[in-house]
């Protein structure tokens, strides 16, 4: 085999190597950053130190992580990646109804001390040790496609 026929070839699988990249890329799915904001558009998460709400129900789901203008929304996907909550003024327990089957990449509690009752979490990625500690879970709440690289015990409250 000469050079110029390996080179053809090197160069034909670069090509089909990168169509394939491009292609598996294409179809991955871009999850957004989203912000628990129960005080719409006003800075911060709530207008005091709780953020009750529905997940699923209330267009609680805010784009802007310090609560100011943004996007809202009730749903999210399972590619968003969630944090409780916008601002930081949502520092005491707020309670999370959650309706149905909800789902996210990921939950990241920053504040306060989130407790989700009512339907279930669906999960792609998972908790973060820190945050994982600071889940309260009304009795009977599944949580399913759990993962944690250091899983620390979860409350569930009854």
């Given at each position: 085999?000469?050079?110029?026929?390996?080179?053809?070839?090197?160069?034909?699988?670069?090509?089909?190597?990168?169509?394939?990249l491009a292609l598996a890329l294409?179809?991955?799915?871009?999850?957004?950053?989203?912000?628990?904001?129960?005080?719409?558009?006003?800075?911060?998460?709530?207008?005091?130190?709780?953020?009750?709400?529905?997940?699923?129900?209330?267009?609680?789901?805010?784009?802007?992580?310090?609560?100011?203008?943004?996007?809202?929304?009730?749903?999210?996907?399972?590619?968003?990646?969630?944090?409780?909550?916008?601002?930081?003024?949502?520092?005491?327990?707020?309670?999370?109804?959650?309706?149905?089957?909800?789902?996210?990449?990921?939950?990241?509690?920053?504040?306060?001390?989130?407790?989700?009752?009512?339907?279930?979490?669906?999960?792609?990625?998972?908790?973060?040790?820190?945050?994982?500690?600071?889940?309260?879970?009304?009795?009977?709440?599944?949580?399913?496609?759990?993962?944690?690289?250091?899983?620390?015990?979860?409350?569930?409250?009854?």
């Open positions: 085999m000469n050079n110029r026929s390996r080179n053809r070839r090197s160069e034909a699988w670069r090509r089909v190597s990168a169509a394939l294409a179809g991955r799915a871009q999850g957004a950053s989203l912000y628990w904001d129960s005080d719409g558009s006003t800075a911060g998460g709530s207008a005091g130190t709780t953020a009750d709400g529905t997940w699923g129900a209330d267009s609680y789901w805010n784009t802007s992580s310090s609560g100011a203008a943004g996007t809202f929304t009730a749903a999210t996907t399972a590619s968003d990646d969630l944090t409780f909550s916008a601002g930081t003024d949502v520092t005491a327990a707020s309670l999370i109804t959650v309706n149905g089957t909800q789902v996210a990449n990921s939950i990241t509690v920053e504040e306060g001390s989130p407790t989700f009752a009512g339907g279930a979490i669906s999960l792609t990625t998972g908790f973060t040790k820190t945050v994982y500690r600071k889940l309260l879970f009304r009795h009977g709440l599944p949580v399913t496609s759990f993962w944690a690289s250091e899983q620390a015990p979860c409350s569930l409250i009854k």
